[in-house]
């Protein structure tokens, strides 16, 4: 017999966090007879592998600095870049309505069948971001007190759209997908939180109407559009970022081997599985520069998963002053 203070232990120990309930300490030490098995147990959770992995892949060797260039194509004529917005929102469209928080974080506890035993976890992370974005701006010594608007691009099902909502006057949530939406509001009135506009992208022409905004907020999103609509996205919005505010965002910037061209692409059949782009930091350096924007900081992080050859990169800029 195993006690719920040996499960909870367990859970501090190898998941470092609390367990969701009462009720999940409860199942475990009814579910297991002895420590060994409790150990096996959380040992071989998805939750438990997927944070190990992470806390070794700092030691495993990086991406090669020799690795070949990559051919990309970064921009398309307005009818091909509407008509690769519209695959990606076929396929986040498809994700929404099939495996909506899975979609966002692939972890198998996330699966439709596991979510409601842990959901507490899963916008717990999102806390968990909000609190990392804390830091990295208190690290740049930027002064937010002025900053009022937050625009979220790609807020899913408002996993980290609340945190924000906390930090913020107004945050405005964008996403391509209604079912995410959908999630996302139904998520945020359970905590009456009402600062939120919500706010659906529909087409390349709906960027034109956004309006001002002190902070841009993306994680887990351009990664997942075709270089050339990393390029409207980022040129659209930080054009509308104001005079020293701040962009925080996440974009895959290198994979030995990846190669992107327009016309090949347009001609595949729409994929239902999740893709990954990558947009070449040079030229990402350059968008900056162009939208007078100063790279405060520039991180490799793990948001693609480590196995991969390629980085990842997470930047905070800041708009000059005009
Ligand atoms: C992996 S999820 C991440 C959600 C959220 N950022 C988070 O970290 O919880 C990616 C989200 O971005 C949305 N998305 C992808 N491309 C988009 C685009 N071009 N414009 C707006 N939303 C987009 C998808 O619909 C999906 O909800």
Request: aromatic fraction near 8%; charge should be negative; include cysteine.
């Amino acid at each position: 017999m195993i006690s719920q203070e040996d499960v909870l232990y367990a859970y501090r120990l190898l998941l470092g966090r609390e367990p969701e309930n009462e009720e999940v300490l409860r199942q475990h030490a009814s579910q297991v007879s002895s420590r060994f098995e409790l150990r096996e147990l959380f040992i071989n959770s998805v939750e438990f592998r997927a944070k190990i992995e992470s806390l070794i892949a700092p030691r495993q060797p990086r991406v090669p600095v020799g690795g070949p260039a990559m051919a990309v194509d970064l921009t398309a004529p307005p009818d091909q870049l509407s008509a690769l917005l519209a695959k990606v929102s076929a396929q986040w469209h498809y994700l929404g309505a099939t495996e909506p928080h899975w979609s966002v974080l692939t972890l198998e506890s996330y699966l439709k069948e596991n979510f409601d035993q842990n959901s507490a976890a899963f916008f717990a992370s999102g806390e968990a971001e909000a609190k990392s974005f804390d830091a990295v701006l208190s690290r740049a010594g930027v002064d937010t007190t002025h900053f009022r608007r937050c625009l979220e691009l790609g807020c899913g099902v408002g996993r980290v759209t609340a945190a924000l909502a906390s930090r913020f006057e107004t945050v405005q949530a964008v996403d391509i997908s209604a079912a995410h939406l959908q999630l996302a509001r139904s998520h945020l009135a359970g905590f009456n939180i009402d600062n939120v506009d919500f706010w659906q992208l529909t087409s390349v022409a709906d960027l034109q109407g956004v309006n001002g905004f002190d902070v841009l907020y993306s994680r887990i999103v351009l990664q997942h559009n075709p270089p050339p609509v990393i390029a409207l996205l980022l040129n659209q919005l930080l054009a509308k970022l104001r005079p020293s505010g701040v962009a925080f965002f996440q974009v895959p910037t290198y994979k030995a081997g990846y190669r992107f061209t327009v016309a090949e692409y347009l001609e595949q059949k729409n994929s239902t599985h999740m893709e990954m782009h990558y947009f070449p930091q040079t030229a990402l350096l350059s968008l900056l520069a162009r939208q007078n924007c100063n790279v405060l900081e520039i991180r490799e992080d793990d948001a693609i998963g480590i196995s991969v050859n390629a980085v990842s990169n997470t930047l905070l800029v800041q708009k000059a002053m005009a």
